[in-house]
Structure formats: structure tokens, C-alpha cells
């Protein structure tokens, strides 16, 4: 088992629908996690950064963390075309590199 | 102009050839890493760099080689190029508590993209 696991997808939703991004991870010492995004052909850029469980919220984008369940989610409200991209969650612990989830690639039509 | 830049940003080569990926930055970071992207496997760490002369393997360092004799500069070399070596390179870099507390945020460059025929 993968130490993060994300769903590839590609998923498709229209415009101003509510996305919701996933990932499962199985260590259970990771503190520290976050959601890049990418765009193609460019390199990634932090999105969203939390630390422990709990939820944050900046702009249409909630991050939610449930470490009892190592689950972290992305939640992009009224989804545009400008939200294209793949999305990638990392974490880590304490001292080590961040481990990066393979990525979720999002179409949002017009 | 501030940033990470990397260079070559396209290369092809050929098998058993040596290549040298650069990455340049400019905020003095202290942290540097070499990740590889390939399809179904995600960003993969190659080799990271706390500070210069110091250095660290990741996940998939085999068949690479990295040096770091200035904080800026972190090339990435290929001694003998394979195919399963073809991918798309990229550079970050991070301030100095990236590794100990706090937020491991990467700033990312754009990416190298190398075939290796």
C-alpha cells in the first residue's frame, strides 16, 4: 500500500458545480498537509496548507483534515474554467520530505 | 528577476548519454529537492538538498547524481541516461524550517522534460 493514495480521475463537472478532491494516506504520524495545484505544462503551486485535523477555508476552497480516518479533502465551491488543473495533496511529518499524492486532474466546462 | 528557473526546459538525448538538469534560485533558500513527474506515479523525490555541500537521497535517487557547492544552484546529472529515465524534472526550493516544523512549502519551477531515446 501506497503511503498516499489520490484517485487520478480525470473528473468533469460543469461550471459553478461544487468539486470535491480526496486523499487516503496510512501514515499515521503525517502532521502537515497540503494541496497543490497544477496547471499544464507548469510546475505546481501551493493551494491550500493545514496542519493537523480540523478545517480551513480561504475563498471558494475548503481544506478538511480527518486524521482519525487519514483522510484529507478539497472542496472547491462554484467551480470555474480557471479551476482546470490537476490537484495534488501532499504531506509529511516532522523532519522528513513531503509525500505527493499522484494527482486528480479536473475539467470544469462552461 | 526572482524565482526558480531550470534549464534545459526541453531535452532529448540518447541512451547511455550523460545530461545535467540546472536549477537556479534566488531567494536563498535553504532547501532545495529534485523531483521526477511520470504518469501513474506522481511526483517522485530524488534528491534534496538541506544546505550546500549537504545532500540526501529520496524515493528514486538510483542512476542520478546531484551536487550542491553554491545555496543557489542545484543541477541534477544523469551519469548514463536509460529510457525509463524519460520524465518531466522539476526543481523546488524552500525556506530553512521547511524540513523541521512548519509548512514544507515548495516553490516549484517550470520543469524540465527530457526523452531519452
Known amino acids: 500500500q501506497k503511503e498516499v493514495e489520490q484517485d487520478p480521475g480525470p473528473l468533469s463537472v460543469p461550471e459553478g458545480a461544487i468539486v470535491s478532491l480526496n486523499c487516503t494516506y496510512s501514515?499515521?504520524?503525517?502532521?502537515?498537509f497540503m494541496w497543490y495545484r497544477q496547471y499544464s505544462r507548469k510546475g505546481p503551486e501551493l493551494l491550500m496548507y493545514t496542519y493537523s485535523s480540523g478545517n480551513k477555508e480561504d475563498g471558494r476552497f475548503t481544506a478538511q483534515v480527518d486524521k482519525s480516518s487519514k483522510y484529507i479533502s478539497l472542496f472547491i465551491r462554484d467551480s470555474q474554467p480557471s479551476d482546470s488543473a490537476t490537484y495534488l495533496c501532499a504531506m509529511r511529518q516532522a523532519g522528513t520530505a513531503l509525500i505527493f499524492g499522484k494527482g486528480t486532474t479536473l475539467s470544469v466546462s462552461s | 528577476d526572482a524565482g526558480i528557473t531550470q534549464s534545459p526546459r526541453y531535452k532529448i538525448t540518447e541512451t547511455g548519454r550523460q545530461v545535467t538538469l540546472m536549477c537556479h534560485q534566488t531567494w536563498s533558500h535553504s532547501y532545495m529537492f529534485w523531483y521526477r513527474q511520470d504518469l501513474g506515479h506522481g511526483l517522485r523525490l530524488i534528491y534534496y538538498s538541506a544546505a550546500a555541500d549537504i545532500t540526501d537521497k529520496g524515493e528514486v535517487p538510483d542512476g542520478y547524481v546531484v551536487s550542491r557547492s553554491k545555496t543557489e544552484n542545484f543541477p541534477l546529472t544523469l551519469e548514463s541516461a536509460t529510457r525509463s529515465q524519460t520524465s518531466v524534472y522539476f526543481c523546488?526550493?524552500?525556506?530553512?524550517?521547511?524540513?523541521?516544523?512548519?509548512?514544507?512549502?515548495?516553490?516549484f519551477g517550470a520543469g524540465s522534460r527530457l526523452t531519452v531515446l
Open positions: 523546488a526550493s524552500s525556506e530553512s524550517t521547511g524540513m523541521v516544523s512548519g509548512a514544507n512549502v515548495l516553490t
Open positions: 501514515n499515521s504520524a503525517f502532521q502537515y
